[in-house]
């Protein structure tokens, strides 16, 4: 089964070009369009749902845990096999083909491990088959292209760099992991934002939040009070309000891609800290 | 889109923070995790001074926890000594779990401490420990979680026993509030059970161990003190043999039988001050030639110089002689 043509969801939530939004609707319904409301309750486990006899719910399955795993795969395969760019990301693409080709990924026990150890263990054990068969891939030869941004993680490694080594190999699939988590779950809130009253909420923790990119451009409530026409107290509640959906859509995102309350408790302590799901 | 590593830092920060009501503080990083609460560093807005502000984990919420950090704060708030950290508010979060706000300390925890520091320091910290536990008696409050990791040492030497989330009440200290709507306990009662084990193992008395509630007492953190005295000075922590005084002063403390024990903090600690003057202990009753080492040891230097002082007017008298 190849991936050719299918979508794959970016973080961001935005189109990708040449699909269509019927499509994409189809294939990612949105949290706003659920029979359960503003937001589902529950996200079926994709852990479940790549186990699926309909074809269509374990490729949906599939593009949910690409969107999350696909930059913690890149990045092992960069900084724990040390691969060049262009092998990287080949074989980023034949993991992901393979996954649905092969069905390795049925395989998974959750008495044994954590879903997320295991993507990682099944990533390694298919590095290495790979190098065994000397399977070096031509660019674009016979690979299904997944729209992923390959060139923005590139920089991203470059640029954290200085942080590599000490944390071990595997934390950069483990940071990747995090990274993608919380990208998906910004998308979600924003898309259940967007054309709705609360879209000033999410435009306050935007502000607030998301785009200061050093602790110390942070600005004040007063400051984005003033930028954006609202009472101090009314940007503290919708802050507030903006980061309690974040959370919920997190672990909701968390949920769907762990096995077992189990894994999911152990990973949204690791998570968020604590125990708090 | 993708997130930088900061924003993901940042995010993942107020995601773990508690949910205050209204805008004074500003919540930053958690600086300790204990069975009960999460404490964590924070900004207050209103009087521009940090903050450490204890917040009821959300796995252990429930009624009763709620109660029992309730509890705590009103027991520090009315316990007002150096040794105990003053609290400044107290309320509830947005979820429903409370919170206090106190003073920020910033400092050791007594096994560190005791790692780093000789004996005759770790013993003097261990004074004000039991002045401190001594005055919560006076009030009525038995703390029944005393172990080193509950014990703070300051940047400025200041001495602070910390968690008194489990503390027993009796008599005058009133715990009742309104932050929950239902009083918290009554005076004069005691809020665990018969049967309910509340404390940390091997610094535990047995009768807190067995949960007999009514055998709790001031003597039951004398037990916990005797244990925290073994622990700090014993071999394990300071190596090298133990003064015999020394170990029947644990001993005694950590006897079994509460009627055995020092009858109060004040009675260990003033067995803990002889041991540091070079008196007496009244755990030990030791032999003449232990007397003589320790009035030796105690009057070194003036005994050295006397004998200095003999040895050469004996050999001048023999040197006279010849």
Same mark, same amino acid.
């Not at chain 1, 486990?45 to 690409?66: C, H, N």
């Not at chain 2, 520090?76 to 950290?85: R, T």
């Not at chain 2, 009768?207 to 003597?219: K, V």
């Given at each position: ?14 189109d ?13 319904p949105?949290?706003h ?11 079926r ?5 790549i ?20 930059r913690?795969v ?9 691969l060049?760019?262009?092998d ?15 069905d ?9 491990a ?7 263990v099944c ?7 790979a ?16 729209p ?7 920089q ?17 699939f483990?940071?990747?992991w995090?990274?993608g988590?919380?990208?998906?779950a ?19 923790f935007?502000r ?5 990119t ?11 009070a ?5 009472p ?24 769907s ?8 408790r152990?990973?949204?302590e ?8 | 889109?993708t997130?930088p ?28 995790h204990?069975g009960m609460?999460?404490v964590?560093r ?15 984990r959300?796995d ?21 000594h150096?040794g105990?950290?003053?609290?400044h508010?107290?309320?509830?979060l ?23 520091s000789?004996r005759a ?10 002045e401190t536990?001594?005055?919560?008696h006076?009030?009525?409050?038995v ?6 990791s509950?014990?703070? !040492?300051?940047?400025? %030497?200041e001495? @602070?026993?910390?968690?008194? =989330?489990? /503390?027993?009440?009796r &008599? ?7 932050t929950?709507?239902e009083p ?14 509340l ?13 007999i509630?009514?055998?709790i007492?001031?003597?039951?953190? !004398?037990?916990?003190? %005797?244990?925290? @005295?073994r622990?700090i000075? =014993?071999? /394990?922590?300071?190596? &090298? ?19 055995g ?23 030990y ?7 003589a080492g ?14 200095t ?8 008298l023999?040197l006279r002689?010849?």
């Amino acid at each position: 089964m190849a991936l050719a043509g299918r979508l794959v969801e970016q973080p961001d939530g935005g189109d990708i070009p040449g699909t269509s939004a019927t499509f994409r609707a189809a294939m990612f319904p949105r949290p706003h369009e659920t029979p359960h409301g503003v937001f589902p309750t529950t996200r079926r486990s994709v852990v479940e749902a790549i186990r699926d006899q309909d074809p269509g719910t374990r490729r949906a399955a599939l593009d949910t845990l690409i969107t999350v795993y696909w930059r913690p795969v890149y990045a092992h395969l960069r900084r724990k096999w040390r691969l060049q760019p262009a092998d990287s990301e080949d074989l980023t693409q034949e993991f992901f083909t393979q996954a649905v080709t092969d069905d390795f990924l049925l395989g998974y026990d959750p008495a044994q491990a954590r879903f997320r150890t295991y993507v990682r263990v099944c990533l390694d054990r298919f590095v290495a088959n790979a190098q065994r068969d000397e399977r070096r891939l031509k660019r674009g030869g016979g690979i299904t292209v997944l729209p992923l941004d390959f060139a923005l993680i590139e920089q991203e490694l470059a640029a954290a760099d200085g942080q590599a080594g000490k944390d071990g190999a595997d934390a950069w699939f483990d940071r990747e992991w995090i990274r993608g988590l919380f990208a998906a779950a910004v998308s979600d809130l924003r898309t259940a934002c967007r054309g709705t009253p609360r879209e000033i909420r999410f435009a306050v923790f935007e502000r607030y939040d998301l785009a200061p990119t050093r602790e110390a451009d942070r600005p004040g409530y007063r400051a984005v009070a003033e930028e954006l026409g609202l009472p101090v107290t009314q940007v503290t509640n919708h802050l507030a309000w903006a980061r309690r959906e974040l959370r919920r859509l997190l672990l909701e995102r968390l949920r769907s891609l762990t096995a077992t309350d189990a894994e999911f408790r152990e990973e949204a302590e690791e998570l968020l800290g604590e125990g708090r799901a | 889109m993708t997130l930088p590593d900061d924003t993901v830092s940042h995010l993942r920060r107020v995601l773990q923070a508690p949910e205050l009501p209204g805008d004074r503080y500003e919540i930053h990083e958690a600086i300790g995790h204990g069975g009960m609460g999460t404490v964590y560093r924070a900004h207050d807005r209103a009087l521009a001074r940090d903050v450490a502000l204890k917040v009821l984990r959300a796995d252990v919420a429930g009624r009763e926890a709620a109660v029992r950090l309730e509890r705590e704060a009103r027991i520090l708030a009315q316990l007002e000594h150096p040794g105990i950290v003053p609290v400044h508010d107290v309320g509830v979060l947005a979820d429903g779990r409370v919170y206090y706000v106190m003073k920020l300390v910033r400092g050791e925890r007594l096994h560190d401490f005791a790692q780093d520091s000789g004996r005759a320091d770790v013993l003097r910290v261990l004074l004000r420990v039991c002045e401190t536990v001594g005055f919560a008696h006076s009030h009525g409050v038995v703390h029944r979680d005393l172990k080193p990791s509950n014990i703070m !040492v300051g940047s400025f %030497g200041e001495v @602070l026993v910390l968690d008194w =989330g489990i /503390a027993r009440v009796r &008599g005058s200290i009133e715990t009742s509030g309104s932050t929950g709507g239902e009083p918290v306990a009554t005076p004069g009662e005691d809020d665990t059970a018969p049967g309910v084990i509340l404390g940390t193992p091997g610094f535990m008395a047995p009768e807190q161990a067995q949960g007999i509630s009514g055998q709790i007492d001031g003597r039951t953190d !004398v037990y916990a003190l %005797g244990a925290i @005295l073994r622990a700090i000075t =014993g071999p /394990a922590s300071q190596g &090298g043999p133990v003064p015999r005084p020394l170990e029947a002063i644990w001993n005694r403390a950590l006897s079994p039988d509460p009627a055995g024990r020092y009858g109060s903090a004040a009675e260990l600690a003033a067995d803990i001050t002889r041991f540091l003057d070079a008196v007496p202990v009244t755990a030990y009753r030791e032999s003449f030639g232990e007397r003589a080492g320790r009035i030796f040891r105690k009057y070194q230097t003036a005994i050295i110089l006397v004998l200095t002082y003999l040895a050469v007017r004996l050999l001048f008298l023999v040197l006279r002689g010849l």
